[in-house]
């Protein structure tokens, strides 16, 4: 595939399909990260299917990943493919830090409240929780928290779990190139029933307490695998077995209207089907939809969802394109640099617009305001590549 024949067979170019749905993923994550109810809310809180931002930035660096990394492999060598894993998440490693200490710089600028970004704050149980230590705790605790990422803002902690992945990558592209893809597969499902049976925090970083390793790593390794295997993939749902893409549209449609009975305070009853009750939706999404667990169909409704979306903007990509292309692309290729530095604009905006879930008519057009205005100002800094030398991509 070809960046101007989008609708072709993959091939090692850039896939514009992929960094536009990364793109979408971006804008998700900063909607549900600036805590405003808003019009974007109707489609970015489980609204499309039970699923979030945070599972498609997960598994797209996985599919990219892949496809680069087997590039890399072939036409670079397994000693420099290595290095450049390493070297990378040496430097997400030096970003998390950097982040953490430029919040707590921050917090000593008069006037400026960074409450939002150094706790987090369960707006339905009315609780919050801080996330930075306290001076108080000594200097080799506040420091060794920092350095072993046990503290930071939750809205970047997914980077330490991409640290982590990063450093387990070697070993799953070694098995990839020795064809070796069902045992990982294998190995890769196990870890996951081992973190749903038994929760161990294996790094003991902060980011586990909502993206466990043992089992956020299993959408990882499939989206390197896929990457990897791209071609493979790609033949399989067009000629090999075009009935598993229908059963990706069908699942689909059924979690589609599964959200759509939600029982998220947030949606307003008119926005609600009702069809299930109350306790048993909210049973099921415990048990088979839970986010920072990943339940078993969350992780197909995603993959589906993956498979459909794909497809669609296949079928249609001239129209979307042109349509969503022109803001949707820039944000994907450069989707590191836009989560890195929304956080930022998440704490600019509430100081503005203090975060609530409360809203009337009136907020939801004005928070609508507001979440346009920060993906347009995110926009503005990747065009003009803003701070690009200092914030990775």
């Known amino acids: 595939m070809s960046e101007t024949q989008p609708s072709g067979p993959p091939s090692s170019d ?8 990364r793109g979408l993923v971006m804008v998700v994550l900063v909607v549900i990260h600036l805590e405003l109810v808003s019009l974007f809310t109707f489609l970015a809180w489980e609204r499309v299917g039970l699923i979030s931002g945070g599972e498609g930035f997960v598994i797209l660096s996985g599919v990219v990943l892949g496809m680069v990394s087997r590039k890399r492999v ?14 990378r998440a040496a430097q997400l490693y030096r970003v ?47 420091v060794g928290r920092v350095l072993l990422l046990r503290a930071g803002p939750h809205q970047t902690q997914i980077l330490g779990l991409y640290v982590a992945l990063l450093l387990l990558t070697p070993a799953v592209l070694w098995m990839l190139a020795r064809d070796r893809t069902r045992v990982l597969l294998t190995l890769s499902w196990l870890a996951y029933f081992v973190g749903k049976m038994s929760p161990h925090n294996l790094t003991g970083a902060q980011f586990e307490n909502a993206f466990p390793l043992l089992i956020w790593q299993v959408i990882y390794v499939h989206g390197l695998a896929a990457g990897y295997h791209r071609a493979a993939v790609h033949d399989f749902f067009t000629r090999r077995a075009r009935w598993a893409f229908w059963v990706a549209v069908v699942l689909f449609a059924a ?28 049973h099921l999404h415990t ?61 600019l905006v509430s100081n503005v617009r203090p975060f609530t879930f409360q809203a009337d008519r009136t907020d939801i057009l004005v928070n609508t305001g507001v979440h346009l205005a920060a993906l347009g100002v995110l926009w503005v800094c990747v065009k003009k590549r803003f701070l690009f030398r200092w914030i990775p991509r």
């Open 255 to 282: 979690f589609f209207v599964l959200a759509q009975c939600t029982t998220n305070p947030v949606v307003p009853e008119w926005a609600r089907l009702g069809w299930i009750r109350r306790e048993t939706y909210d």
């Open 14 to 21: 850039r896939d514009l399909r992929i960094d536009f749905l």
């Open 96 to 142: 998390n830090v950097a982040v953490v200490l430029s919040i707590a710089l921050l917090t000593l600028v008069p006037f400026l409240d960074t409450a939002e970004v150094r706790s987090f704050t369960d707006r339905f149980a009315e609780k919050t929780y801080p996330l930075f230590p306290a001076l108080s705790e000594g200097f080799y605790t506040v």
């Open 287 to 347: 048990v088979w939809f839970d986010k920072n667990t990943l339940g078993l169909l969350r992780i197909v409704n995603y993959f589906a969802a993956l498979v459909v979306a794909y497809a669609v903007l296949t079928r249609f990509w001239p129209f979307f394109e042109r349509a969503f292309g022109w803001f949707l692309i820039p944000f994907g290729q450069a989707s590191l640099y836009v989560f890195i530095l929304h956080l930022y604009v998440v704490m």
């Open 74 to 87: 072939e036409t670079r060598g397994w000693s420099y493919s290595v290095s450049r894993l390493v070297d």
